[in-house]
């Protein structure tokens, strides 16, 4: 593929309102779950509800970087990086890149805990099975909304459509860090926020190399996978 194929209509004005509308669909989210029932109270006893609500969540960043780039200018939705690609050699790529982002974020943790005394809240292990539960129910569901609903929702609203717009008024580097810092922020954990914006950082790299969401999308989806078994695994 060529250089060129990554060129998008929309512009750094469109992915500002586009975030602008995030961030207003995001506070009624927010608020949610300052509410008890939220903590899986609710969401143990209707998985079905769980699956659906947490997925048109993640929809919404579709829908947003449809509005604001496919229907905007009218052009076709592949322009968000829904191309083919090498499913083989990429995949060796994204389990290279999931190996040294996972001893990344260990070495990080690590360094955390023992120079600065800043432990991880309980939250980042508790967060998932709070919201789908802690049976075979929860883990398959928050497997189902995890690693293929956000990965697939998330990589087309940051990788194809907020970078290729950076990128044009960036540059390629600039863009993949700034993207990959929003991306940081959207996760909105302090605790792991640079860990967050270098696996963006690589996502946006494998995007640029590879002129597909679907590399990106592989990496995000398995990294995911592994942070959901890791968790499922200490809560036994």
Do not use: C
Not at 35 to 52: C, D, Q
Not at 124 to 144: D, E, H, K, R, S
Not at 225 to 233: E, H, M, V
């Amino acid at each position: 593929m060529t250089q060129a194929e990554i060129d998008v209509p929309w512009q750094t004005s469109d992915v500002i309102k586009a975030i602008v509308v995030l961030i207003l669909f995001s506070v009624p989210g927010f608020l949610l779950s300052l509410i008890p029932f939220s903590s899986g109270r609710l969401t143990s006893v209707n998985l079905l509800f769980s699956a659906i609500a947490m997925s048109l969540m993640e929809g919404i960043l579709i829908l947003i970087a449809w509005y604001f780039g496919v229907r905007k200018y009218h052009t076709s939705f592949d322009k968000l990086g829904f191309h083919s690609f090498n499913i083989l050699k990429n995949l060796f790529k994204a389990v290279l890149w999931l190996i040294a982002l996972k001893v990344f974020t260990i070495a990080y943790g690590a360094v955390a805990i023992l120079v600065f005394d800043l432990k991880p809240p309980e939250e980042l292990v508790q967060g998932i099975p709070n919201i789908f539960g802690y049976g075979i129910g929860g883990f398959i569901v928050a497997i189902f909304v995890v690693s293929i609903v956000a990965p697939i929702a998330e990589e087309t609203f940051f990788r194809g459509f907020v970078y290729p717009a950076l990128r044009k008024k960036l540059g390629v580097w600039a863009g993949i860090w700034t993207t990959a810092l929003i991306f940081a922020l959207f996760h909105a954990r302090v605790w792991m926020i640079i860990p967050v914006v270098a696996m963006g950082a690589v996502l946006g790299l494998l995007y640029e190399q590879e002129k597909s969401l679907g590399p990106p999308i592989m990496l995000h989806s398995l990294n995911n996978l592994l942070s959901l078994l890791i968790i499922y695994a200490q809560r036994g």
